[in-house]
């Protein structure tokens, strides 16, 4: 017995949970959990602020890296055998075609999920002071998560992955003087084939993720240097200055209590440094309402992650990953449609393939890039932020209804079609 | 609520635990799986022994599957129509039932969807037989399979399918390249016609439309050419049959048929002209073959290109290591040869042969088959690495000429010859040219020497 008390030990190197001691020490001498401060506010895991809407997409992102490495013993990015290596997913593979299905059903969801996200960030006016910058770096993994999709989107090989990634390649080919250049540059030639497949394999199973998982790195980092997980700050008690304390930074060495707030607590390394918390400051009473992260955060995050896997696999157990026929690049179907997320766009290349395709996505990147540095107000209250609200959901509407559009209702040859009318396809 | 947070992280991980468990059950009860069993039970049924009966029920399930590389194809169908091959299962229900009439046409070589269609990758049965979106070529009705006969015999009459022969006939004097093109010729008023029986046209729907064009296609431009119900079929059996993959060239690529002429091009290739004639046309070493296979039975014939010596001892025709089809195709074409094509054969060699050729040829035999190419390389180009050998390795065998005679080169065959250490204090070589003499007769030594001095090249650097 004293044996496996020792080997536990050695493992864990912490005192008994049911201590303070053990409880605070779970976080901080645990490599993977101690980007969570040792203890948490209630209201930072308040579940109709956030939605917990972040920590879904990571976990989703989990899910794609976890069922993406076991599809990528099953598959060979090479046109001839591409598609014979999903159709043995289908048939063969124990399991195979759960596996794809996680996969897929997975990467819609993170789609969805990052976009929730930042508009949850948007509205709750997550991004201002001191989390500007935050904002930018979550900017960028919504792109690198829509690349990273679209990557995938060829992978199968099939007529819709074949011809999504040719209308998705052509949007982006519309662009002035680089344009033509970077689409030749991703398909290696001038269309989708078999450089194309093996770059987009590459991007996808390698560039992408690594660029994802190094960025998600900074964004939670940020999010813990900038006063943790969002809250409704001004539904809290209003700021007393003369009063001010710091939260976020504990100093390891001390015992770890609830100390009252008071002059003498003591202060991380940084304000010492800077003279000036940079962090975002609350009154004094509200120390007393911080809980130990285990079990208060840990178990909430355990049943986000858990609901998440549970709501995959469900979806995919009953519903599996569509496949196609085999990419024939001289059938064109009508009409080829981008993925879904990309429709929005092709609705208005379809109206003006410059604003669709150039001026449109440009200012609406942009637009999302700089908002943290356009918007000065410093209020995050939503009755005083009325016009950043309302621009904000003219552009989340807009961009849903083509979204919309360009899903369901256009027929062949981009003829606006109701999804109730059945169009016969191919008819002589 | 937060006292029950445990309790909610436990009640997720045992739903998905569950879902585990359930996608597991999903993925390990195939309905091919069922199949075999069934087939397994109807296998053991008449068994006596009880130890051959349990082995026979304890047969582990697979996936069978037949490989088709040439042609990107694998056909599973065997997976559960586990009878086809086996004439045991001539009154075996369905999907067990043994498949007759198949000629050379073996499933383990042809596959299946070759000709019934399907899509051969799927191992569950709505899937497999094709009629699911996204799967252009369904199972072929079995009224219509014979017309997959025409995707790989694509001229002449087809035994048993006078239904082709008629729809080509019909293509071609009914006008309908006016309108049609294929294969590159025909106008362009109607659809090209070249892949439609690829398309995803269902066979009952043109044959409706051969009947009457706009009773299915409403508006169509075709005239209605008021086609017995015989000639639409035929017609129909030819556009199913059409198809620019090139799959008769695959099959007559493979050696899978005996047909006469992959016998002609073995016939070529293993130089049979160089002893044989043809009809006076030719070596006269061997015996004449014109109308061989009505001197000599076919097994006969079959038996001597297995091994000569056993038909003949002291025979000089080598024996030829050719598989069973090769013999048959070569069987084949001796029953069509006439002297016209020793001619044809000769023409395409430059020069008649002579008996210095057939001492060549066989010397190129005996070199590949009693291992001197092991060390000296197929093409004499030596090469193996030999340590402490003069030069490191075995010589190429390209320019004997210039240093030795031809009784020298007798000679080192005959008694072998260890290399000259390149280093004296090192230790010998691992390779030596081993003494022959008492493996081969001097006829073979002669032979091989006549195929090296043919081979002999002029030394590039005699400086």
Known sequence: ????????????????????????????????????????????????????????????????????????????????????????????????????????????????????????VFYTGSYKKPRQFNWVVGVILLLLTLGLSFTGYLLPWDQLAFWAITVGTNIGGYAPFVGNYIRELLLGGHTVGQEALIRFYVLHVAVLPSLVILLTIVHFWRIRKDGGLSRPIWKLKPNKPEELVTIGATPQTAPLQAVA???????????????????????????????????????????????????????????????????????????????????????????????????????????????????????????????????????????????????????????????????????? | MGRRLPQIFFALSLFALVLIIAAVWQASTPSWKKYQHEYLQMEAQGEPNAVTKAAVLNTPPQIQQILLPGLQRVDRCTTCHQGVEDPTMKNAPEPFHYHQGLGPHVPSKFGCTICHGGQGLATDVKDAHGNVPFWQTPLLPADYVRASCGRCHKEGDIPGVPELTEGRRLFETEGCRGCHKLNGIGGSIGPDLSEEGASLRSPQWLEQHFLNPSAVSPGSAMPNFHFTRGQARALTYYMLSLTNADMGAY?????????????????????????????????????????????????????????????????????????????????????????????????????????????????????????????????????????????????????????????????????????????????????????????????????????????????????
């Not at chain 1, 001839?80 to 596996?99: E, H, I, R, T």
């Not at chain 1, 995050?380 to 360009?406: C, E, H, Y």
């Not at chain 2, 080598?318 to 013999?327: K, V």
Request: aromatic content about 12%.
């Open chain 1, 1 to 120: 017995m004293n044996l496996i008390r020792e080997i536990w030990q050695s493992i864990v190197r912490r005192d008994p949970l049911s201590t303070d001691k053990g409880k605070s020490e779970l976080v901080f001498l645990n490599v993977w959990l101690h980007i969570h401060p040792a203890k948490v506010k209630k209201e930072h895991f308040k579940f109709n602020h956030t939605f917990y809407l972040g920590f879904i997409t990571f976990f989703l992102f989990l899910v794609l890296v976890t069922t993406g490495i076991a599809l990528m013993c099953y598959y060979r990015p090479y046109p001839s055998v591409a598609y014979q290596d999903m159709k043995d997913l289908q048939f063969v593979v124990f399991m195979g075609p759960f596996l794809r299905s996680m996969h897929r059903w997975a990467a819609h969801a993170m789609v969805i999920c990052v976009f929730l996200h930042m508009c949850r």
């Open chain 1, 261 to 428: 707030a008071s002059s003498d607590k003591t202060y991380g390394l940084m304000e010492v440094v800077t003279g000036k918390p940079i962090f975002e400051t609350v009154a004094p009473e509200e120390e007393e309402d911080a809980v130990f992260s285990y079990p208060f955060a840990f178990f909430r995050e355990a049943i986000a992650l858990m609901a998440t896997v549970t709501v995959v696999m469900a979806t995919s157990l009953f519903w599996h990953a569509p496949l196609e026929e085999l990419a024939n690049p001289a059938k064109t179907p009508n009409p080829a449609k981008a993925p879904w997320y990309f429709l929005g766009l092709q609705e208005l290349v379809s109206h003006s393939a410059l604003i669709g395709g150039v001026v449109a996505p440009s200012l609406m990147v942009l637009a999302l890039l700089v908002i943290p540095y356009f918007d000065r107000n410093p209020s995050r209250r939503p009755s005083d932020r009325k016009w950043a609200i309302w621009l904000f959901t003219i552009f989340v509407v807009i961009n849903l209804v083509l979204i919309v559009i360009g899903t369901f209702f256009r027929g062949p040859g981009w003829a606006f079609v109701p999804p109730w009318v059945h169009v016969v396809a191919g008819a002589e």
């Open chain 2, 251 to 463: 099959y007559a690529s493979e050696p899978l048929i005996p047909s006469p002429s992959y016998g002609r091009e073995l016939f070529v290739q293993k130089d049979c002209l160089v002893c044989h004639s043809i009809g006076g046309v030719g070596a006269k070493v061997g015996p004449d073959l014109l109308g061989v296979t009505k001197r000599h039975s076919t097994n006969w014939l079959d038996e001597q290109l297995v091994n000569p010596q056993l038909v003949y001892p002291g025979s000089s025709m080598p024996a030829f290591d050719m598989p069973a089809t090769e013999r048959k195709a070569v069987i084949a074409f001796l029953a069509t040869a006439t002297a016209t094509d020793a001619q044809a054969i000769v023409a395409g060699k430059g020069q008649a042969p002579t008996p210095e050729d057939a001492a060549i040829a066989a010397g190129k035999l005996d070199f590949g088959r009693f291992g001197c190419a092991g060390c000296h390389g197929t093409d004499l180009q030596g090469g193996v690495p030999n340590p402490n050998a003069q030069g490191g390795e075995v010589p190429s065998l390209l320019h004997l000429a210039s240093d030795y005679s031809k009784d020298d080169v007798l000679e080192i065959i005959r008694n072998g010859r260890v290399p000259p250490l390149a280093n004296t204090k090192g230790p010998q070589p691992p390779l030596y040219m081993p003494a022959w003499k008492n493996l081969l007769s001097d006829e073979d030594i002669h032979q091989i020497v006549e195929f090296l001095w043919s081979k002999q090249q002029k030394s590039q650097d005699n400086w």
